[in-house]
């Protein structure tokens, strides 16, 4: 089995990060079309994602770091990210015991400057999600390359799913507050306002927001500001 592993949602204001794990026993089995889900439109992605986690030959593990992991003072981005792409490549080999008796080759999109670096620690988190969940040891060969979610077609399969579930979640925000809340990110116009009517109303930040980012912070500065303008 070959293994690849992406995530969507590093650097948003709001929501979850999520990490996506494929296997497959070869590549030909993805479905035609597959790349980088940052190339492809969104109904391309949605497509692509259905055809993915709708063949039997295709394993997708999927793991969600949410705000309150995000926030926490003695975590940072770069563990997360391991973690994620670990305990979505074990969601894989916890669901099919058999992989035990395979060579499993996993490759990561680098969220490192050190590919070598960020292949160790995703090796020994994979290792611990495994044992954790008691389904015993694999035989694994990691590696992590700076776009890979560009080169390599299982790793592109990993971004789309990634991205197409990080997209849903951002929808159930959205449905949750009844408002749109754009895509999440510090730089959406929309995004912004959303957060900074939120903040106006209820003199707080909504649940879904990272209060840990600049751009929280940002937010609750500048509705003060306002409000003290206002005397």
């Known amino acids: 089995m070959r293994v690849g592993i992406d995530e ?3 650097g948003p204001v709001l929501g979850p990060m999520v990490a996506a794990a494929v296997g497959v026993p070869d590549p030909d089995v993805l479905p035609d079309g ?4 940052k190339r492809l439109a969104p109904e391309r992605r949605e497509a692509l994602d259905a055809a993915i986690r709708d063949d039997d030959q295709i394993a997708v593990g999927v793991a969600a770091i949410e705000v309150e992991r995000i926030d926490d003072p003695e975590t ?6 391991v973690t994620g792409h670990a305990d979505a490549t074990a969601a894989i080999l916890s669901a099919d015991p058999s992989t ?7 490759l990561a999109d680098a969220c490192d400057t ?19 969940s008691e389904v015993g040891g694999h035989d694994l060969d990691v590696e992590a390359r700076h776009g890979a979610d560009d080169e390599d077609p299982i ?20 449905d949750a507050v009844g408002t749109d809340v754009g895509s999440g990110y510090p730089s959406d116009p929309t995004t912004r306002s959303f957060l900074e009517r939120y903040v ?12 840990s980012w600049q751009t929280s912070e940002d937010v609750l500065a500048s509705v003060e500001q306002a409000g003290l303008g206002e005397y």
Request: glycine share 6%; charged share 30%; hydrophobic share 45%.
């Open 76 to 81: 940072d981005m770069n563990g997360l990210t």
């Open 8 to 10: 969507a949602g590093k």
């Open 155 to 174: 790793v592109a399969a990993a971004s789309i799913v990634a991205k197409v579930e990080r997209d849903a979640r951002v929808a159930e925000i959205a």
């Open 34 to 37: 597959v790349a980088d889900s």
């Open 100 to 106: 035990a008796a395979d060579e499993i080759g996993v």
């Open 114 to 132: 050190s590919e070598a670096r960020f292949a160790r620690r995703l090796s020994g988190a994979i290792d611990d999600a495994i044992a954790s």
């Open 200 to 211: 106006r109303e209820h003199q707080r930040l909504p649940e879904c927001a990272r209060r």
